[in-house]
């Protein structure tokens, strides 16, 4: 029985290659289709939903419904049996569909009659196009063996959507990949582009869904897997065996490459008549739909594991890998899901941006798009699945929008944008050596932040007095084991060189949260952002701390050292943490180093609680960095990794000005200096009422020194501080609009 209904499954794919290759318009091909389901599985209906866009499905072709509800019923997602289908990529067989939850009577089709209901899935690679459905007037649940085939149809269907299949006037169904696609996501880093796709992974398009030869067929699939389990054998061959985090990602692979589950599945998709390609993509679909709904993290892991093979696989089965003889523009706008530190690195300052599916404000690419000063958009839920490379592509960091393959009116306007602000930045270079003194006679010093030696030519170009943050996580993210300490102190030296005596300010390891290192074990915990991170780290970890503190002392070779600790959270840690500092001073000292000429022992501000530390803290602290976006996500309880609260709270918010400010009296009171640092200080508007506030050293990107400074020398603090009060004495939760009025007179625009 079972090699009959394979001999059938065969038989209906057959079919539908054969109207596939036929010339036909796109709704001839659809009804046809239609016609051959309903015809193979002895059904009464067959229906074909489509996507009109992401929230809509419409009815494009029907066999056995009302003819005149083509393209005339629609529905949301998630609304009927259809919708339902569609929303939870699950299939729903049922013999009394009227009784079925989420039941919804569409009048206009006739459908009344039929009681029995099948619908499928039709996707492709976890991306939804659209809902297979067969129905009969039998009381009857089909069998696993009708939904099999089914499922494998619908597979097919997702194959010739994806190739344009059905494309027509009549369908009004247009070409994919052609249509301009807005995609709104979240800013990683700020910046504007215009460039061209550039995939990090090129899509593996299957031309072949359907194949006559099962026995071919399997033996190509088995050749592919051998060719898998070997690459997979190498890697963990040459892969180190102190490195077990990597050890169990292979070992994953080498599990799942072996799975006779996993071959016996695709065996049976490739019996029933699709190619080997098909069948290793179908099974990849069904991973991919249970990943987006799996809530236990480690199991998400053995799926995205499963994933990733499957991609190998069929670049294995179709010879598209990586080099596809496709040329990278000129101008590169990388897209991908997500890509770790070392990779991005690799690319360098060729890509003009990047867009990610995946990823989060603080990740590692982040932490890269930042250093290397490239607009980044992260979120950008299917942009991968939709852009081809070469695609014209427009991506704004400052909003985290994307547009791909924008009209002309879109493209006009972005491009407008882009040359203003390229016009603003031949402005900014006037005043380029001239410092950041207000009309009322307050300077304030503005600095810039890096993590990569390639930062360092903008501290000349910019205008920057110096380096407030140079982040030393980067040399640790992008190796596969802890760096040597030669390499470091080589690193730190270039780095104070290139300064060419400006004051650098090296943040110790900020590791933890969601900057894992690769070498180190990740720990499950439920609130990282508020875990074992960045000094609580270096002080279980004194080892490593110590090692970097003694690079940073040699790599100063006689120069002025400061150095300065991340997310102190009480005296005590900074007490702890100063005193390695010492203690590795007079190390080396008596070892017979070069010791730096002067050494500045600073903090990062992150948490409220060092707002209120002793006083001694601030007597004994040579500096004090405020960490912006460590610190407002603390103060509001506002996770700046969730898009529901984090734009929810005001920077410029009456109570964090006020806090900003009681802890620049802090400072004052003690002569020590403080600065404040993030993603805020490079914003004109909260650069402005930071130093009305009483902050008088900034640190931020380079490409915000020139805007910062313009404004600042064009404006009174004392008015400014005026509208502030006013504002505060006025009950106003925010003093920005009073203060965009206040700029607005003076010819500002924002």
Same mark, same amino acid.
């Not at 074909?48 to 629609?74: M, N, Q, S, W």
């Not at 339902?84 to 699950?90: I, N, Y």
């Given at each position: 029985m079972a090699h009959s209904l394979e001999s059938e499954s065969r038989k209906l794919l057959g079919r539908l290659k054969e109207t596939l290759a036929e010339?036909?318009?796109?709704?001839?091909?659809?009804?046809?289709?239609?016609?051959?389901?309903?015809?193979? +599985?002895?059904?009464? !209906?067959?229906?074909?939903?489509?996507? *009109?866009?992401?929230?809509?499905? $419409? =009815?494009? &072709?029907? #066999?056995?419904?009302?003819?005149?509800?083509?393209?005339?019923?629609?529905?949301?997602?998630?609304?009927?049996?259809?919708?339902?289908?569609?929303?939870?990529?699950?299939?729903?067989?049922?013999?009394?569909?009227?009784?079925?939850?989420?039941?919804?009577?569409?009048?206009?089709?006739?459908?009344?009659?039929?009681?029995?209901?099948?619908?499928?899935?039709?996707?492709?690679?976890?991306?939804? +196009?659209?809902?297979? !459905?067969?129905?009969?007037?039998?009381? *009857?649940?089909?069998?696993?063996? $009708? =939904?099999? &085939?089914? #499922?494998?149809?619908?597979?097919?269907?997702?194959?010739?959507?994806?190739?344009?299949?059905?494309?027509?006037?009549?369908?009004?169904?247009?070409?994919?990949?052609?249509?301009?696609?807005?995609?709104?996501?979240?800013?990683?880093?700020?910046?504007?582009?215009?460039?061209?796709?550039?995939?990090?992974?090129?899509?593996?398009?299957?031309?072949?869904?359907?194949?006559?030869?099962?026995?071919?067929?399997?033996?190509?699939?088995?050749?592919?897997?051998?060719?898998?389990?070997?690459?997979?054998? $190498?890697?963990?061959?040459?892969?180190?065996?102190?490195?077990?985090?990597?050890?169990?990602?292979?070992?994953?692979?080498?599990?799942?490459?072996?799975?006779?589950?996993?071959?016996?599945?695709?065996?049976?998709?490739?019996?029933?008549?699709?190619?080997?390609?098909?069948?290793?993509?179908?099974?990849?679909?069904?991973?991919?739909?249970?990943?987006?709904?799996?809530?236990?993290?480690?199991?998400?892991?053995?799926?995205?594991?499963?994933?990733?093979?499957?991609?190998?696989?069929?670049?294995?089965?179709?010879?598209?890998?990586?080099?596809?003889?496709?040329?990278?523009?000129?101008?590169?706008?990388?897209?991908?899901?997500?890509?770790?530190?070392?990779?991005?690195?690799?690319?360098?300052?060729?890509?003009?941006?990047?867009?990610?599916?995946?990823?989060?404000?603080?990740?590692?690419?982040?932490?890269?798009?930042?250093?290397?000063?490239?607009p980044l958009v992260i979120h950008c839920k299917r942009i991968t699945t939709e852009a081809l490379n070469g695609d014209k592509i427009l991506v704004d960091g400052e909003q985290g929008v994307v547009h791909l393959r924008p009209d002309e009116q879109v493209q006009k306007a972005f491009m407008d944008k882009i040359a203003m602000q390229a016009e603003a930045q031949e402005r900014y270079a006037s005043i380029r050596d001239v410092p950041a003194t207000t009309k009322c006679g307050t300077t304030i010093s503005l600095h810039m932040n890096a993590g990569l030696m390639a930062d360092l030519p903008s501290l000349e170009s910019s205008g920057a007095e110096g380096v407030g943050l140079f982040r030393t996580e980067l040399q640790f993210l992008i190796r596969n084991k802890v760096p040597r300490r030669a390499e470091l102190a080589a690193l730190y030296g270039r780095v104070m060189d290139a300064a060419q005596g400006k004051r650098v300010a090296f943040r110790t390891l900020d590791i933890g949260s969601d900057k894992v290192l690769p070498y180190m074990k990740p720990n499950d915990e439920p609130n990282p952002a508020l875990g074992w991170r960045a000094i609580r780290v270096g002080l279980d970890k004194s080892g490593v701390l110590r090692m970097q503190l003694q690079a940073l002392i040699r790599g100063a070779g006689g120069r002025p050292l400061t150095v300065m600790f991340p997310f102190v959270a009480q005296f005590d840690e900074f007490k702890t943490a100063r005193e390695y500092l010492l203690r590795e001073l007079d190390r080396e000292e008596k070892l017979g180093h070069t010791l730096p000429s002067s050494v500045e022992i600073g903090a990062m501000l992150e948490t409220p609680s060092l707002a209120f530390a002793p006083r001694q803290f601030f007597e004994m602290a040579d500096f004090i960095s405020i960490g912006g976006n460590d610190l407002k996500q603390f103060f509001f309880a506002a996770d700046r990794e969730n898009e529901r609260v984090r734009r929810r709270y005001d920077t410029l918010n009456v109570s964090f000005l006020t806090f900003i400010e009681q802890i620049a009296n802090r400072c004052d009171d003690t002569d020590t200096p403080v600065s404040f640092c993030g993603e805020d200080a490079g914003r004109p508007v909260e650069a402005l009422c930071f130093a009305a506030m009483g902050l008088r050293s900034l640190s931020m990107r380079p490409a915000s020194v020139g805007p910062i400074k313009s404004l600042l020398r064009s404006v009174d603090l004392t008015e400014v501080r005026g509208v502030i009060d006013e504002s505060i004495a006025n009950g106003d939760q925010s003093v920005r609009p009073s203060v965009l009025d206040y700029l607005a007179r003076q010819g500002w625009a924002f």
């Open positions: 010339d036909s318009a796109g709704q001839e091909r659809l009804d046809r289709i239609t016609h051959i389901i309903a015809d193979s +599985m002895r059904t009464e !209906v067959c229906s074909i939903y489509l996507f *009109r866009d992401a929230e809509t499905l $419409e =009815l494009c &072709a029907t #066999e056995g419904l009302k003819p005149e509800a083509v393209h005339i019923t629609r529905m949301r997602i998630g609304e009927g049996l259809v919708g339902r289908v569609a929303k939870f990529s699950r299939a729903i067989n049922t013999g009394n569909a009227p009784a079925e939850k989420g039941f919804r009577y569409m009048p206009e089709t006739g459908e009344e009659i039929y009681s029995s209901f099948l619908g499928v899935p039709i996707q492709r690679l976890g991306e939804r +196009m659209g809902v297979l !459905v067969v129905q009969s007037k039998e009381a *009857r649940q089909f069998s696993d063996d $009708e =939904l099999y &085939a089914l #499922e494998v149809v619908a597979m097919v269907l997702a194959e010739m959507t994806e190739l344009g299949a059905f494309v027509g006037e009549e369908s009004g169904l247009s070409a994919l990949h052609q249509r301009p696609e807005l995609f709104r996501g979240t800013s990683g880093q700020e910046g504007v582009a215009a460039g061209h796709v550039w995939l990090h992974e090129p899509r593996v398009v299957v031309t072949n869904p359907v194949a006559d030869d099962p026995a071919a067929e399997k033996t190509r699939l088995q050749e592919a897997v051998d060719q898998l389990r070997v690459s997979v054998d $190498e890697m963990l061959s040459i892969a180190s065996t102190s490195d077990t985090e990597q050890l169990q990602v292979l070992e994953a692979y080498r599990m799942f490459a072996n799975s006779r589950g996993w071959m016996r599945r695709m065996e049976e998709d490739i019996d029933r008549g699709l190619s080997a390609e098909a069948a290793v993509e179908k099974e990849q679909s069904v991973a991919r739909s249970r990943l987006q709904t799996v809530p236990d993290a480690y199991l998400r892991e053995r799926l995205q594991d499963l994933d990733d093979l499957s991609n190998r696989l069929l670049r294995i089965l179709t010879g598209q890998g990586n080099e596809t003889g496709a040329e990278m523009p000129e101008d590169p706008i990388l897209i991908a899901r997500n890509i770790g530190p070392g990779e991005l690195l690799s690319y360098g300052r060729k890509l003009a941006g990047i867009v990610l599916e995946e990823g989060s404000v603080g990740s590692h690419a982040a932490i890269v798009a930042r250093a290397l000063a490239i």
